[in-house]
Protein backbone atom coordinates (compact mmCIF):
# COMPACT_ATOMS: atom_id res chain seq x y z
CA UNK A 1 0.00 0.00 0.00
CA UNK A 2 1.62 3.17 -0.98
CA UNK A 3 2.07 6.41 1.09
CA UNK A 4 -1.09 8.17 -0.38
CA UNK A 5 -3.38 6.15 0.07
CA UNK A 6 -2.76 5.48 3.65
CA UNK A 7 -2.77 8.98 4.71
CA UNK A 8 -5.83 9.95 3.04
CA UNK A 9 -7.65 7.29 5.23
CA UNK A 10 -7.97 9.52 8.16
CA UNK A 11 -7.66 13.32 8.62
CA UNK A 12 -6.89 15.89 11.72
CA UNK A 13 -10.90 16.58 11.85
CA UNK A 14 -10.69 12.95 13.57
CA UNK A 15 -8.21 14.61 16.24
CA UNK A 16 -7.90 16.53 19.30
CA UNK A 17 -5.14 17.71 20.91
CA UNK A 18 -5.04 17.53 24.58
CA UNK A 19 -2.80 17.81 27.90
CA UNK A 20 -3.05 15.38 30.22
CA UNK A 21 -1.27 15.02 33.55
CA UNK A 22 1.67 12.75 33.95
CA UNK A 23 2.98 13.05 37.41
CA UNK A 24 3.79 16.76 38.38
CA UNK A 25 3.79 17.35 34.83
CA UNK A 26 1.27 18.31 31.60
CA UNK A 27 2.20 16.32 29.29
CA UNK A 28 0.52 16.94 25.10
CA UNK A 29 -0.95 14.79 23.28
CA UNK A 30 -3.20 14.05 20.18
CA UNK A 31 -5.95 11.80 20.69
CA UNK A 32 -7.35 10.20 17.32
CA UNK A 33 -10.86 9.04 17.52
CA UNK A 34 -11.87 5.44 15.16
CA UNK A 35 -13.48 6.43 11.60
CA UNK A 36 -14.41 2.70 11.70
CA UNK A 37 -16.41 0.83 14.17
CA UNK A 38 -14.96 0.96 17.18
CA UNK A 39 -12.89 -2.20 17.99
CA UNK A 40 -12.45 -1.74 21.84
CA UNK A 41 -8.81 -1.29 21.60
CA UNK A 42 -6.57 2.22 22.00
CA UNK A 43 -3.16 2.42 20.66
CA UNK A 44 -0.60 4.78 22.29
CA UNK A 45 2.43 5.44 19.93
CA UNK A 46 5.96 6.03 21.73
CA UNK A 47 8.93 7.45 19.80
CA UNK A 48 12.67 6.95 20.24
CA UNK A 49 15.07 9.46 21.72
CA UNK A 50 15.98 10.79 18.30
CA UNK A 51 13.15 12.77 16.69
CA UNK A 52 10.67 12.85 19.98
CA UNK A 53 7.91 14.50 18.91
CA UNK A 54 4.08 13.39 18.64
CA UNK A 55 4.96 13.20 14.71
CA UNK A 56 8.46 10.76 14.54
CA UNK A 57 10.49 11.61 11.67
CA UNK A 58 8.36 12.37 8.49
CA UNK A 59 5.18 11.91 10.08
CA UNK A 60 5.57 8.38 10.56
CA UNK A 61 3.65 8.67 14.35
CA UNK A 62 0.54 10.57 12.15
CA UNK A 63 0.12 7.65 9.62
CA UNK A 64 -0.13 5.02 12.16
CA UNK A 65 -2.23 6.82 14.15
CA UNK A 66 -4.89 7.67 11.33
CA UNK A 67 -4.44 3.97 10.06
CA UNK A 68 -5.01 2.70 13.05
CA UNK A 69 -8.08 5.03 13.54
CA UNK A 70 -9.73 3.83 10.24
CA UNK A 71 -9.35 0.22 11.41
CA UNK A 72 -11.62 1.30 14.65
CA UNK A 73 -9.24 1.92 16.82
CA UNK A 74 -8.55 5.14 19.62
CA UNK A 75 -5.22 6.24 19.17
CA UNK A 76 -2.94 8.95 21.14
CA UNK A 77 0.62 9.73 20.31
CA UNK A 78 2.30 12.04 22.74
CA UNK A 79 5.34 14.02 23.56
CA UNK A 80 7.44 12.71 26.72
CA UNK A 81 7.93 15.51 29.41
CA UNK A 82 10.60 18.27 28.18
CA UNK A 83 9.81 17.34 24.63
CA UNK A 84 7.79 19.10 21.96
CA UNK A 85 5.29 20.91 23.27
CA UNK A 86 5.15 19.00 26.75
CA UNK A 87 5.81 20.92 30.68
CA UNK A 88 9.03 19.52 32.23
CA UNK A 89 12.76 19.03 31.51
CA UNK A 90 13.58 15.89 29.83
CA UNK A 91 17.53 15.39 31.48
CA UNK A 92 18.50 12.63 29.31
CA UNK A 93 17.48 9.37 27.43
CA UNK A 94 18.71 6.44 29.13
CA UNK A 95 17.55 2.98 28.44
CA UNK A 96 17.42 2.31 32.05
CA UNK A 97 15.40 5.37 33.16
CA UNK A 98 12.45 5.06 30.42
CA UNK A 99 9.51 7.58 31.03
CA UNK A 100 7.19 4.99 31.65
CA UNK A 101 4.84 8.07 34.50
CA UNK A 102 4.67 9.71 31.07
CA UNK A 103 2.81 6.30 30.04
CA UNK A 104 1.13 6.33 32.43
CA UNK A 105 -0.55 9.47 32.25
CA UNK A 106 -1.36 8.58 28.51
CA UNK A 107 -2.74 5.23 29.34
CA UNK A 108 -5.17 6.57 32.18
CA UNK A 109 -6.09 9.51 30.12
CA UNK A 110 -7.42 7.14 27.26
CA UNK A 111 -9.00 5.20 29.46
CA UNK A 112 -10.55 8.06 30.92
CA UNK A 113 -12.07 8.03 27.27
CA UNK A 114 -14.01 4.64 28.20
CA UNK A 115 -11.35 2.05 26.05
CA UNK A 116 -9.56 -0.59 28.77
CA UNK A 117 -7.41 -2.13 26.20
CA UNK A 118 -3.94 -0.98 25.18
CA UNK A 119 -1.92 -1.66 21.98
CA UNK A 120 1.41 0.39 23.20
CA UNK A 121 3.69 0.35 19.92
CA UNK A 122 7.37 2.15 20.44
CA UNK A 123 10.83 2.70 18.70
CA UNK A 124 13.88 2.25 20.05
CA UNK A 125 13.79 4.21 23.56
CA UNK A 126 10.03 4.51 22.80
CA UNK A 127 9.95 0.52 23.20
CA UNK A 128 12.13 0.44 26.19
CA UNK A 129 9.12 2.94 27.69
CA UNK A 130 6.22 0.51 26.65
CA UNK A 131 8.20 -2.27 27.46
CA UNK A 132 8.59 -0.57 31.21
CA UNK A 133 5.15 0.85 31.89
CA UNK A 134 3.71 -2.80 30.10
CA UNK A 135 5.02 -5.08 32.72
CA UNK A 136 2.87 -2.81 35.54
CA UNK A 137 -0.14 -2.86 33.11
CA UNK A 138 -2.88 -5.95 33.70
CA UNK A 139 -5.29 -4.89 30.45
CA UNK A 140 -2.06 -4.67 27.90
CA UNK A 141 -3.55 -5.97 24.50
CA UNK A 142 -0.08 -6.04 23.10
CA UNK A 143 3.05 -4.22 22.59
CA UNK A 144 4.80 -3.70 19.12
CA UNK A 145 8.24 -2.84 19.50
CA UNK A 146 10.48 -1.63 16.70
CA UNK A 147 14.38 -1.64 17.41
CA UNK A 148 14.35 -2.22 20.88
CA UNK A 149 17.59 -2.01 22.36
CA UNK A 150 18.19 -5.12 24.22
CA UNK A 151 21.31 -2.84 26.02
CA UNK A 152 21.15 -0.16 28.94
CA UNK A 153 22.75 2.87 27.66
CA UNK A 154 22.62 6.98 27.56
CA UNK A 155 21.25 8.58 24.57
CA UNK A 156 24.86 8.91 22.45
CA UNK A 157 26.47 5.97 24.25
CA UNK A 158 25.25 3.54 21.53
CA UNK A 159 28.40 3.11 19.40
CA UNK A 160 30.67 3.87 22.50
CA UNK A 161 29.60 1.09 24.49
CA UNK A 162 29.37 -1.61 21.63
CA UNK A 163 33.09 -0.95 20.69
CA UNK A 164 34.14 -1.01 24.45
CA UNK A 165 33.47 -4.63 24.45
CA UNK A 166 34.10 -5.41 20.59
CA UNK A 167 37.45 -3.96 20.15
CA UNK A 168 40.74 -4.10 22.68
CA UNK A 169 42.70 -1.73 24.25
CA UNK A 170 45.28 -2.49 21.07
CA UNK A 171 42.95 -1.88 18.80
CA UNK A 172 41.69 1.30 19.77
CA UNK A 173 45.39 2.63 19.79
CA UNK A 174 45.48 1.65 16.04
CA UNK A 175 42.57 3.30 15.16
CA UNK A 176 43.03 6.39 17.75
CA UNK A 177 46.90 7.02 15.67
CA UNK A 178 45.01 7.06 12.34
CA UNK A 179 45.54 10.28 10.54
CA UNK A 180 42.70 11.10 9.81
CA UNK A 181 41.43 10.75 14.29
CA UNK A 182 44.61 12.46 15.00
CA UNK A 183 42.99 15.55 12.42
CA UNK A 184 40.06 15.30 14.35
CA UNK A 185 41.89 16.40 18.04
CA UNK A 186 41.57 19.84 16.32
CA UNK A 187 38.20 19.42 16.48
CA UNK A 188 36.37 20.52 19.91
CA UNK A 189 33.17 17.64 18.88
CA UNK A 190 35.17 14.97 17.72
CA UNK A 191 37.64 15.72 20.45
CA UNK A 192 34.46 15.28 22.79
CA UNK A 193 34.05 12.00 20.89
CA UNK A 194 37.44 11.02 21.43
CA UNK A 195 36.79 11.17 25.20
CA UNK A 196 33.29 9.50 25.87
CA UNK A 197 35.38 6.24 23.82
CA UNK A 198 37.67 6.65 26.10
CA UNK A 199 35.64 6.81 29.23
CA UNK A 200 33.51 3.96 27.94
CA UNK A 201 36.40 1.46 27.22
CA UNK A 202 37.56 2.30 30.94
CA UNK A 203 34.43 1.50 32.09
CA UNK A 204 34.08 -1.77 30.45
CA UNK A 205 37.55 -2.73 32.15
CA UNK A 206 36.67 -1.45 35.46
CA UNK A 207 33.20 -3.37 35.07
CA UNK A 208 35.40 -6.63 34.08
CA UNK A 209 36.93 -6.50 37.11
CA UNK A 210 34.75 -5.51 39.28
CA UNK A 211 32.35 -8.82 38.25
CA UNK A 212 36.00 -10.90 38.45
CA UNK A 213 36.40 -9.64 41.82
CA UNK A 214 32.75 -10.91 42.51
CA UNK A 215 31.81 -7.05 43.28
CA UNK A 216 28.80 -6.11 41.06
CA UNK A 217 26.84 -3.52 41.61
CA UNK A 218 23.17 -4.34 39.85
CA UNK A 219 22.19 -0.49 40.42
CA UNK A 220 24.62 0.78 37.75
CA UNK A 221 23.87 -0.83 34.44
CA UNK A 222 26.36 -2.21 32.04
CA UNK A 223 26.18 -0.83 28.95
CA UNK A 224 28.18 -3.19 27.49
CA UNK A 225 26.01 -6.20 28.21
CA UNK A 226 22.40 -7.56 27.37
CA UNK A 227 20.30 -6.35 29.72
CA UNK A 228 18.85 -8.64 32.26
CA UNK A 229 15.79 -5.96 32.98
CA UNK A 230 15.17 -6.11 29.33
CA UNK A 231 15.21 -10.31 29.84
CA UNK A 232 13.33 -9.98 32.86
CA UNK A 233 10.64 -7.47 31.22
CA UNK A 234 9.88 -9.83 27.91
CA UNK A 235 10.11 -13.11 29.83
CA UNK A 236 7.35 -11.65 31.92
CA UNK A 237 5.27 -10.59 29.58
CA UNK A 238 5.73 -13.84 27.67
CA UNK A 239 4.81 -15.78 30.83
CA UNK A 240 1.08 -13.61 30.95
CA UNK A 241 0.61 -14.16 27.35
CA UNK A 242 0.58 -10.44 26.40
CA UNK A 243 1.34 -10.71 22.44
CA UNK A 244 4.50 -8.90 20.98
CA UNK A 245 5.80 -8.13 17.74
CA UNK A 246 9.37 -7.66 17.47
CA UNK A 247 10.27 -5.31 14.35
CA UNK A 248 13.96 -5.62 13.58
CA UNK A 249 16.61 -4.48 10.48
CA UNK A 250 19.08 -7.01 9.43
CA UNK A 251 21.72 -5.30 9.15
CA UNK A 252 21.30 -3.28 12.68
CA UNK A 253 23.44 -3.89 15.53
CA UNK A 254 20.56 -4.08 18.05
CA UNK A 255 18.83 -6.77 16.03
CA UNK A 256 22.36 -9.17 16.71
CA UNK A 257 22.13 -7.83 20.07
CA UNK A 258 18.52 -9.39 20.58
CA UNK A 259 20.57 -12.59 18.91
CA UNK A 260 22.85 -12.92 22.21
CA UNK A 261 19.65 -11.99 24.35
CA UNK A 262 17.76 -15.17 22.99
CA UNK A 263 20.72 -17.32 22.99
CA UNK A 264 21.01 -16.08 27.13
CA UNK A 265 17.62 -17.85 27.26
CA UNK A 266 14.85 -15.60 26.49
CA UNK A 267 14.86 -17.79 23.16
CA UNK A 268 13.48 -20.44 25.44
CA UNK A 269 10.76 -18.42 26.84
CA UNK A 270 10.03 -16.98 23.07
CA UNK A 271 9.77 -20.19 21.11
CA UNK A 272 7.27 -21.21 24.08
CA UNK A 273 4.99 -18.66 23.37
CA UNK A 274 4.20 -19.76 20.12
CA UNK A 275 2.34 -17.40 18.19
CA UNK A 276 1.67 -14.77 20.69
CA UNK A 277 5.35 -13.72 19.95
CA UNK A 278 6.32 -12.52 16.12
CA UNK A 279 9.79 -11.40 15.02
CA UNK A 280 9.98 -9.24 11.81
CA UNK A 281 13.04 -8.53 10.03
CA UNK A 282 13.49 -5.83 7.15
CA UNK A 283 16.21 -5.23 5.20
CA UNK A 284 18.86 -2.78 5.74
CA UNK A 285 18.24 -0.47 9.57
CA UNK A 286 14.73 0.02 10.53
CA UNK A 287 16.46 1.93 13.86
CA UNK A 288 15.73 6.04 13.13
CA UNK A 289 13.75 5.44 10.30
CA UNK A 290 16.04 6.97 8.24
CA UNK A 291 14.50 6.04 4.74
CA UNK A 292 11.10 6.11 3.45
CA UNK A 293 10.86 2.66 1.91
CA UNK A 294 11.84 1.48 5.41
CA UNK A 295 8.68 4.06 6.92
CA UNK A 296 6.28 2.38 4.13
CA UNK A 297 7.26 -1.30 5.53
CA UNK A 298 7.03 -0.12 9.61
CA UNK A 299 3.87 1.40 9.21
CA UNK A 300 2.16 -1.70 6.94
CA UNK A 301 3.63 -4.27 9.62
CA UNK A 302 2.10 -2.64 12.24
CA UNK A 303 -1.13 -1.83 10.62
CA UNK A 304 -1.54 -5.32 9.84
CA UNK A 305 -0.01 -6.72 12.97
CA UNK A 306 -2.44 -4.28 14.75
CA UNK A 307 -5.72 -5.85 12.75
CA UNK A 308 -4.88 -8.99 13.57
CA UNK A 309 -4.82 -8.31 17.25
CA UNK A 310 -7.96 -6.60 17.02
CA UNK A 311 -9.62 -9.53 15.69
CA UNK A 312 -8.89 -11.57 18.05
CA UNK A 313 -9.30 -9.45 21.12
CA UNK A 314 -13.15 -9.59 19.10
CA UNK A 315 -13.72 -13.16 19.23
CA UNK B 1 4.07 34.42 14.34
CA UNK B 2 6.77 31.67 13.83
CA UNK B 3 6.59 30.32 10.40
CA UNK B 4 9.31 26.67 11.07
CA UNK B 5 11.56 25.33 8.99
CA UNK B 6 10.43 21.53 7.58
CA UNK B 7 12.02 18.32 7.23
CA UNK B 8 15.17 17.18 9.30
CA UNK B 9 14.83 21.25 10.55
CA UNK B 10 11.49 21.09 11.30
CA UNK B 11 11.98 18.38 14.08
CA UNK B 12 15.37 19.40 15.11
CA UNK B 13 14.11 22.54 16.00
CA UNK B 14 10.36 21.83 17.44
CA UNK B 15 11.71 22.28 20.74
CA UNK B 16 13.47 25.30 20.23
CA UNK B 17 10.77 27.17 19.02
CA UNK B 18 7.61 26.02 21.62
CA UNK B 19 11.19 27.30 24.24
CA UNK B 20 11.33 30.42 22.55
CA UNK B 21 7.56 30.91 22.59
CA UNK B 22 7.13 30.35 25.72
CA UNK B 23 10.01 32.79 26.54
CA UNK B 24 8.28 35.32 24.70
CA UNK B 25 4.58 34.92 26.02
CA UNK B 26 6.42 35.45 29.45
CA UNK B 27 7.82 39.04 28.29
CA UNK B 28 4.14 39.52 27.25
CA UNK B 29 4.20 38.50 23.58
CA UNK B 30 1.62 36.51 21.90
CA UNK B 31 3.42 34.08 20.08
CA UNK B 32 1.54 31.42 17.39
CA UNK B 33 2.66 28.42 15.75
CA UNK B 34 1.38 26.25 13.51
CA UNK B 35 2.26 23.04 10.74
CA UNK B 36 2.28 23.94 6.87
CA UNK B 37 -0.51 21.34 5.58
CA UNK B 38 0.74 18.15 4.67
CA UNK B 39 3.29 18.23 7.54
CA UNK B 40 3.23 17.82 11.37
CA UNK B 41 0.20 17.10 12.66
CA UNK B 42 -1.90 18.99 10.25
CA UNK B 43 -4.18 17.67 7.00
CA UNK B 44 -3.26 16.57 4.29
CA UNK B 45 -0.41 14.52 2.73
CA UNK B 46 3.21 15.85 1.76
CA UNK B 47 2.92 15.81 -2.24
CA UNK B 48 0.27 18.92 -1.38
CA UNK B 49 3.50 20.60 -0.08
CA UNK B 50 4.52 23.97 -2.08
CA UNK B 51 5.89 27.09 -1.74
CA UNK B 52 2.95 29.33 -2.26
CA UNK B 53 0.88 26.91 -0.17
CA UNK B 54 2.85 27.30 2.75
CA UNK B 55 2.88 30.71 2.15
CA UNK B 56 -0.84 30.16 2.18
CA UNK B 57 -1.14 28.49 5.29
CA UNK B 58 0.83 31.49 6.79
CA UNK B 59 -1.70 34.21 5.97
CA UNK B 60 -4.26 31.92 7.14
CA UNK B 61 -2.79 32.01 10.60
CA UNK B 62 -1.82 35.61 10.16
CA UNK B 63 -5.15 36.73 9.28
CA UNK B 64 -6.40 34.59 12.46
CA UNK B 65 -4.20 36.46 14.79
CA UNK B 66 -5.42 39.61 13.38
CA UNK B 67 -9.38 38.12 13.98
CA UNK B 68 -9.06 36.79 16.77
CA UNK B 69 -6.32 37.80 18.92
CA UNK B 70 -6.45 41.49 17.80
CA UNK B 71 -3.21 42.12 16.78
CA UNK B 72 -2.67 44.81 14.23
CA UNK B 73 1.59 44.62 13.62
CA UNK B 74 2.38 41.34 14.09
CA UNK B 75 6.26 40.42 13.65
CA UNK B 76 6.78 37.31 11.22
CA UNK B 77 9.51 35.19 12.75
CA UNK B 78 10.79 32.68 10.08
CA UNK B 79 13.60 29.83 10.92
CA UNK B 80 15.62 28.31 8.26
CA UNK B 81 13.44 27.98 4.96
CA UNK B 82 10.41 29.26 7.35
CA UNK B 83 12.44 32.31 6.46
CA UNK B 84 11.48 32.48 3.18
CA UNK B 85 7.78 32.10 3.96
CA UNK B 86 8.18 34.25 6.37
CA UNK B 87 9.04 37.01 4.13
CA UNK B 88 6.99 36.78 1.88
CA UNK B 89 4.09 37.12 4.09
CA UNK B 90 5.19 40.16 5.37
CA UNK B 91 5.97 41.28 1.89
CA UNK B 92 1.85 39.90 0.81
CA UNK B 93 -0.10 41.55 4.30
CA UNK B 94 1.21 44.82 4.55
CA UNK B 95 5.18 44.77 5.11
CA UNK B 96 5.26 44.29 9.12
CA UNK B 97 8.43 43.83 11.01
CA UNK B 98 10.17 40.89 9.92
CA UNK B 99 12.82 38.07 12.09
CA UNK B 100 14.23 35.59 10.73
CA UNK B 101 16.53 32.89 12.49
CA UNK B 102 19.83 31.22 10.32
CA UNK B 103 17.38 31.83 7.32
CA UNK B 104 17.86 30.21 3.80
CA UNK B 105 19.03 32.99 1.60
CA UNK B 106 18.43 30.98 -1.22
CA UNK B 107 16.47 27.80 -2.02
CA UNK B 108 19.14 26.71 -4.08
CA UNK B 109 21.40 26.67 -1.00
CA UNK B 110 19.07 24.31 1.06
CA UNK B 111 18.56 21.75 -1.88
CA UNK B 112 22.41 21.63 -2.49
CA UNK B 113 22.79 21.05 1.39
CA UNK B 114 19.64 17.84 0.87
CA UNK B 115 22.20 16.77 -2.04
CA UNK B 116 25.26 16.98 0.35
CA UNK B 117 23.34 15.00 3.17
CA UNK B 118 22.24 12.05 0.47
CA UNK B 119 26.14 11.91 -0.78
CA UNK B 120 27.14 11.62 2.92
CA UNK B 121 24.90 8.71 3.44
CA UNK B 122 25.80 7.61 0.20
CA UNK B 123 29.81 7.61 0.98
CA UNK B 124 28.84 6.04 4.60
CA UNK B 125 26.60 3.28 3.58
CA UNK B 126 27.52 2.30 -0.39
CA UNK B 127 24.97 3.00 -3.07
CA UNK B 128 23.82 -0.08 -4.52
CA UNK B 129 21.08 0.07 -5.90
CA UNK B 130 19.86 3.26 -4.47
CA UNK B 131 18.65 6.16 -6.26
CA UNK B 132 19.85 8.38 -3.88
CA UNK B 133 23.02 7.94 -5.84
CA UNK B 134 21.94 10.26 -8.01
CA UNK B 135 21.56 14.19 -7.61
CA UNK B 136 18.49 15.73 -6.61
CA UNK B 137 17.57 17.21 -9.62
CA UNK B 138 18.38 14.58 -11.29
CA UNK B 139 16.38 12.03 -9.68
CA UNK B 140 13.51 14.42 -9.54
CA UNK B 141 13.93 14.79 -13.11
CA UNK B 142 12.75 11.58 -14.15
CA UNK B 143 10.94 10.69 -10.60
CA UNK B 144 7.92 12.59 -8.56
CA UNK B 145 9.67 12.38 -5.41
CA UNK B 146 13.45 11.95 -3.90
CA UNK B 147 14.15 10.39 -0.66
CA UNK B 148 16.69 12.69 1.42
CA UNK B 149 17.42 10.57 4.90
CA UNK B 150 13.73 9.80 5.53
CA UNK B 151 12.01 12.81 4.70
CA UNK B 152 10.47 13.32 0.80
CA UNK B 153 11.15 15.98 -1.09
CA UNK B 154 8.77 15.97 -4.46
CA UNK B 155 9.00 17.39 -7.75
CA UNK B 156 6.29 19.83 -7.52
CA UNK B 157 7.84 21.38 -3.79
CA UNK B 158 11.19 21.09 -5.73
CA UNK B 159 9.89 23.22 -8.59
CA UNK B 160 7.89 25.81 -6.75
CA UNK B 161 10.88 26.61 -4.16
CA UNK B 162 14.33 26.16 -6.08
CA UNK B 163 13.93 29.55 -7.16
CA UNK B 164 13.10 31.69 -4.34
CA UNK B 165 15.43 33.73 -2.87
CA UNK B 166 14.85 35.97 0.49
CA UNK B 167 15.79 39.09 -1.15
CA UNK B 168 13.02 38.66 -3.67
CA UNK B 169 10.28 36.97 -1.07
CA UNK B 170 10.65 40.06 1.23
CA UNK B 171 10.15 42.61 -2.01
CA UNK B 172 11.52 46.21 -1.59
CA UNK B 173 9.39 48.08 0.38
CA UNK B 174 12.12 49.31 3.28
CA UNK B 175 10.66 47.43 6.76
CA UNK B 176 12.06 46.47 10.10
CA UNK B 177 14.21 43.12 10.21
CA UNK B 178 16.13 41.13 12.90
CA UNK B 179 18.65 39.00 11.22
CA UNK B 180 20.08 36.11 13.75
CA UNK B 181 22.54 34.35 12.22
CA UNK B 182 23.75 30.89 14.43
CA UNK B 183 27.81 30.28 14.34
CA UNK B 184 30.68 31.37 15.95
CA UNK B 185 31.10 35.26 16.27
CA UNK B 186 33.29 37.44 14.36
CA UNK B 187 31.03 38.79 11.56
CA UNK B 188 27.96 37.39 9.49
CA UNK B 189 28.73 34.60 7.05
CA UNK B 190 29.08 36.19 3.04
CA UNK B 191 25.97 35.49 1.92
CA UNK B 192 24.12 37.04 5.21
CA UNK B 193 26.66 39.94 4.62
CA UNK B 194 25.52 40.68 1.21
CA UNK B 195 21.40 39.93 1.77
CA UNK B 196 21.59 42.81 5.07
CA UNK B 197 24.04 45.09 3.19
CA UNK B 198 21.26 45.44 0.09
CA UNK B 199 18.59 45.60 2.29
CA UNK B 200 20.45 48.88 4.09
CA UNK B 201 21.18 50.13 1.14
CA UNK B 202 17.39 49.69 0.29
CA UNK B 203 16.61 51.94 3.29
CA UNK B 204 15.51 48.61 5.49
CA UNK B 205 16.38 48.86 9.07
CA UNK B 206 17.99 45.69 10.01
CA UNK B 207 19.31 44.57 13.06
CA UNK B 208 21.89 42.12 13.00
CA UNK B 209 22.62 39.11 16.32
CA UNK B 210 25.09 36.11 16.13
CA UNK B 211 24.81 33.78 18.37
CA UNK B 212 26.82 30.78 18.67
CA UNK B 213 25.84 27.73 18.16
CA UNK B 214 27.11 24.42 16.23
CA UNK B 215 24.19 22.81 14.04
CA UNK B 216 24.39 20.39 11.13
CA UNK B 217 21.44 20.57 9.56
CA UNK B 218 19.51 17.70 7.93
CA UNK B 219 21.22 14.90 10.35
CA UNK B 220 19.70 14.60 13.61
CA UNK B 221 22.12 13.88 16.20
CA UNK B 222 22.61 10.93 18.32
CA UNK B 223 23.54 13.43 21.76
CA UNK B 224 20.41 15.12 24.03
CA UNK B 225 20.66 18.49 25.79
CA UNK B 226 17.57 19.88 26.98
CA UNK B 227 16.63 22.30 24.76
CA UNK B 228 15.95 24.98 28.05
CA UNK B 229 19.05 25.09 28.92
CA UNK B 230 21.06 24.96 25.61
CA UNK B 231 22.78 29.14 25.50
CA UNK B 232 21.42 29.10 21.59
CA UNK B 233 18.15 28.74 22.26
CA UNK B 234 18.35 31.14 25.52
CA UNK B 235 20.39 33.63 23.39
CA UNK B 236 17.68 33.31 20.28
CA UNK B 237 14.66 34.12 22.67
CA UNK B 238 16.49 36.67 24.24
CA UNK B 239 17.38 38.65 21.55
CA UNK B 240 14.27 37.89 19.49
CA UNK B 241 12.56 39.95 22.79
CA UNK B 242 14.47 42.02 23.27
CA UNK B 243 14.16 43.37 19.82
CA UNK B 244 10.34 43.18 19.68
CA UNK B 245 10.02 44.70 22.93
CA UNK B 246 12.36 47.67 22.20
CA UNK B 247 9.86 48.41 18.76
CA UNK B 248 6.70 48.60 20.91
CA UNK B 249 8.25 50.84 23.84
CA UNK B 250 9.64 52.93 21.22
CA UNK B 251 6.00 53.51 19.93
CA UNK B 252 6.13 51.73 16.33
CA UNK B 253 8.39 49.55 13.73
CA UNK B 254 9.26 52.43 11.65
CA UNK B 255 13.04 52.32 12.82
Known amino acids: MGRMKRDSMVDASAETPVFFPAGQRLLFGIHTRPTAPPNGLAAIILPGGGVPLTTNRNRLSVRVCRSLAAQGYHTMRFDYHGTGESSGTAEAFRLHEPFAEDVTGAIEWIRG ?105 RSRPDPSRISPVFVEKVGSLVDRGVPILFIYGQDEDFYEEFGRATDAGLGTKLDGAGSLVALETLPGTVHGFTRLTVQDQVADLVTRWAGRLAGVESR | ?124 EGASGQRSAEALDVELARYEEADVLGYPITRAFYDSAVERTLAREAGELSRAVLFVEIGSRGGLRPENARQVRRWEEMGFHVRTAQVEGRETWWFIGDRWEPEERRPLTLELARVTGDWILEHIRSGGWGG
Open chain 1, 113 to 217: QGVERILLIGSCFGARTALAAAVSDDRLAGLILVSVPPRDFEMGERLTSRFSTELSVWQYLRRGLRARHLRGLFDSQRRAAYVRHARAKGRTLFGRFRRASGAID
Open chain 2, 1 to 124: MLCSSINADFERTYRREVVAARSLASRGVAVARFHYRGTGNSDGHHTELTFDGMVDDAMSVLGWLRQEAGIAVPVVLGARWGALVAAATSRLSGFGPLALWEPVVEGTRYFREADRARAVRVLK
